[in-house]
């Protein structure tokens, strides 16, 4: 499939697009968006009179599985744009 950005064509195939996909995830896809997401899907704990966020749990108690999370979320955006380039907003 061919795919247009910026007045260039793209093959969506090629190693050339996939990198230029990664370069806009990488510089527009931040933690603060992978903490909202995670904040957004799972819910609040609550200890006591203490509350905490899913995103400060996982950062704080697990700090590999939090970036491996958010190196997969960043990948599986990726793969969505690569296989549907018009549902993208790199346009």
Excluded: A
Aim: hydrophobic share 30%.
């Amino acid at each position: 499939m061919i795919c247009k950005i910026e007045g260039i064509r793209y093959d969506t195939e090629s190693r050339e697009f996939r990198i230029l996909v990664e370069d806009h995830i990488e510089e527009t896809y931040t933690e603060c968006d992978y903490d909202d997401m995670l904040d957004d899907v799972y819910d609040e704990v609550e200890i006591g009179d203490s509350r905490f966020q899913p995103s400060e749990i996982l950062k704080e108690l697990d700090p590999i599985g939090y970036s491996v999370g958010f190196s997969d979320d960043k990948e599986e955006m990726v793969c969505s744009i690569i296989h549907d380039p018009k549902s993208s907003s790199m346009r």
